[in-house]
């Protein structure tokens, strides 16, 4: 038996209490759950919130949005990855050593039963509930004769036009159909008269078309004129789709939808201007393989088999779906004026430092400021450099944007200072996925309005969240700092849950002026006075600080670590967390997502407690904590513990200083985390999650619906 497949008995055990580790964790199954499969575990939460009978109706068609659209874009990367890992002959096995084919195969078996679990509760519980309240999505076999002639008279005005039949035949070959788009795959055949066949092109059996339902037109289609009644899009045009096809017998027809590969590569080396090859690449993507295809359960094996084998797909790629295709279109629902089957609206409030009058600037002069996002309105980042960019006094902004919205008041406030005779740079990071078209349009804005534009650098993603606002102030200058965990983009800020310091520590803004040199010019900074930086030493501090909690346990010294990210995969830090567990240091992880150590094994990771949560708000915010003996430091940045992060991100980790707000993020933010009953799910041994249930006599705690209300307006 081989080393990466061998059962927890068999490793090598030093004494009868501890297992020696291998030199290296990669291959080891039993150290390591693997990627792919833990992230799928993590989009069953997502799915667990849409059947927790406690969240509101629309509340629960949201999460089950969301599972679809995490899906969507898994399909897009993890899974084209693996599939091009396969085509290539790629012989590379993941952390816990499986081959691509093994990973595909593992995580198809996972999916589908989850799959199966979303339709059966949209189908089950969703829908007839909110049927119940007045809101129906009918079929349209079961509306009247009245309300059928309404719709078609609505098909002919406001679908029929846009509609392109493509069919299949030696002169048209099999067309294509674009990434994440909902078809109606049609069988038609000609109509026999007196024994003659239909003249028209020759037709002489029966052929397969393909339509697009169009995205351009809403997907649920208005019943009448309650405002809160609607058929399918697809059922719609499937009722009249005869007007496509004049002279001809539809058969038959059966939604589908296919998912492509969506992920960009680029040779950095060779890409001369890195703009327009981004943009050249955008091109290619909507030409992506083929990775999935999704096929309503009414429709026959033998179409089934013609649209994968068109499509260069397998059985194994085929999704079967027992009811509507693409989810989220359904979320046309929500934006339903019923606010009682929504959630209460939630409005973030200022910092108290910032409700005093006294400029941002003088508040942040004489302390340093903690956000909260979204309990704290993300309005308090936005007016820090609005007031930036109108102060005569201030000098230069500079500042990184990753992912910033389609309509920023933030980039709109960048091109204001510039065209003021500010000096403005700002680093724009074109290959923030998915926000590619949106960052070079914005990218080019700021250019003409003479910002000076940098896309990301050469070999490296920018994902770091900065803010540098240089002020001149009697006879010296002064900089002040925005440092984040989460991106300047105003919409998902409300649903996101992000930390941000803002201060005027001359040292954090001598790190951060020499963090743009870094961005922005060929400076090789290899030393950072507080600020911790990947790639340059972001992985070694957080080794050493890991290290130094082992020193102090070991000296009878207090010793602690708790870490709240989004991800956790970096084998060399685990390593180090288990040899820390192993040491008897206690080790609590908050991690929403993707978590590929093992916890509670005896021997290698005792001490060490992982828990998730999720819940009306996406946990974002990475809180990195070291008991120290007493002394305790706490760090926020952008940085997951992944090996991107740490070897192939530009990544920016903050020192928290001020005893208060070390109070807050650990007495307040970390402890209540821990200490949630009600959202939070706990990691086994197994890779399984299980619901922290409180008992009768237990405070219940929800840590998101404290925020809500400890943070609330007054």
């Known amino acids: 038996m081989s080393d990466s497949v061998k059962p927890f008995q068999e490793l090598d055990q030093a004494d009868a209490h501890a297992i020696t580790l291998p030199p290296t964790l990669f291959l080891n199954r039993q150290l390591l759950f693997n990627r792919e499969v833990s992230w799928v575990e993590f989009n069953r939460r997502v799915l667990e919130e ?17 599972f679809s659209t995490n ?77 059928k002639r309404g719709l078609n008279d609505y098909f002919i005005e406001n679908v029929f036009p846009v509609l392109t039949p493509q069919a299949v035949d030696p002169s048209h070959p099999f067309p ?119 096929v309503a359960s009414t429709m026959p094996g033998e179409m089934v088999r013609y649209l994968a084998s068109s499509l260069h797909l397998t059985a194994d790629d085929v999704y079967t779906v027992e009811g509507p295709l693409n989810v989220p279109d359904l979320m046309g629902l929500y934006r339903l004026d019923r606010p009682e089957l929504k959630d209460k609206a939630h409005v973030g409030s200022l910092p108290v430092p910032f409700r005093s009058g006294e400029s941002l600037f003088d508040a942040i002069k004489r302390q340093d400021v903690l956000v909260h996002h979204p309990y704290n309105s993300f309005s308090s980042v936005v007016d820090f450099i609005n007031y930036a960019a109108i102060d005569p006094a201030v000098l230069a902004i500079k500042m990184t944007l990753y992912r910033t919205g389609t309509d920023s008041p933030i980039v709109q406030a960048l091109m204001a200072a510039s065209e003021r005779g500010k000096q403005v740079a ?129 000296a009878g010294k207090a010793a602690r670590i708790i870490l709240k990210l989004n991800s956790l995969t970096d084998t060399k830090l685990i390593r180090s967390l288990y040899e820390a567990s192993q040491a008897g240091v206690p080790i609590d992880l908050i991690i929403r997502g993707i978590c590929a150590l093992r916890p509670g094994v005896p021997g290698l990771s005792d001490t060490i407690s992982v828990i998730s949560i999720v819940g009306r708000f996406l946990e974002h915010s990475r809180i990195y904590y070291f008991s120290n003996a007493g002394e305790e430091d706490v760090y926020i940045g952008s940085a997951d513990l992944m090996l991107r992060n740490l070897n192939r991100r ?22 209540l985390s821990l200490r949630d009953n009600v959202k939070a ?13 409180h008992t009768a006599n237990e405070e219940v705690v929800d840590s998101q619906g404290y925020f809500m209300s400890a943070y609330a307006i007054a």
């Open 71 to 147: 899906l969507d874009e898994f399909f897009m990367i993890r899974i084209s990855g693996l599939k091009e890992q396969i085509d290539e002959g790629v012989t590379e096995l993941s952390l816990d050593g499986l081959t691509p084919t093994a990973q595909l195969k593992l995580v198809g078996e996972r999916l589908r039963p989850v799959v199966g679990e979303q339709m059966r509760w949209l189908q089950d519980e969703v829908l007839p509930e909110l049927n119940a309240q007045g809101i129906r999505l009918i079929p349209y076999r079961a509306l009247s004769d009245r309300e």
């Open 650 to 671: 530009v990544e920016l980790v903050t020192p928290i200083e001020d005893p208060r707000l070390k109070r807050h993020l650990k007495g307040d933010i970390l402890d």
């Open 426 to 554: 700002v680093l724009v990071e074109l290959k923030a996925r998915f926000d590619e078209e949106n960052n070079i349009e914005w990218a080019r804005r700021l250019e003409r309005a003479g910002v000076h534009v940098v896309y990301g650098m050469l070999g490296l993603k920018t994902h770091s969240k900065l803010a540098l606002v240089v002020r001149r102030e009697a006879n010296s200058l002064r900089r002040y700092v925005h440092i984040g965990t989460g991106n300047y983009n105003p919409a998902t800020a409300r649903i996101y849950t992000d930390l941000g310091l803002f201060t005027a520590d001359e040292q954090i803004g001598a790190d951060a002026t020499d963090l743009f040199n870094y961005l922005t010019g060929f400076s090789r900074q290899s030393e950072y006075r507080r600020l911790l930086v990947a790639p340059v030493n972001l992985r070694e501090r957080l080794t050493d600080l890991i290290e130094r909690e082992v020193a102090n346990h070991q």
């Open 50 to 66: 849409a059947q927790d009978p406690t969240q509101p109706l629309l509340e629960q068609l949201k999460f089950l949005s969301i």
């Open 176 to 294: 294509y159909i674009s990434n994440l788009s909902l078809n109606l795959g049609v069988m038609i055949q000609p109509v026999e008269d007196g024994g003659d066949v239909t003249p028209a092109r020759n037709i002489t059996g029966p052929r397969f078309a393909r339509v697009k339902v169009p995205p351009i037109v809403p997907r649920l289609a208005p019943v009448g004129q309650s405002g809160a009644e609607f058929t399918l899009l697809e059922e719609l045009i499937g009722a009249n789709i005869n007007v496509l096809f004049p002279g001809m017998q539809v058969v038959e027809f059966h939604p589908f939808r296919v998912t492509r590969d969506a992920d960009i590569e680029i040779r950095e080396d060779e890409a001369n201007d890195l703009l327009r090859t981004m943009e050249q690449e955008l091109r290619k993507r909507r030409f992506g393989t083929a990775v999935r295809l999704e």
């Open 681 to 693: 799910r706990r990691l086994l041994s197994d890779g399984s999650y299980e619901r922290v249930r």
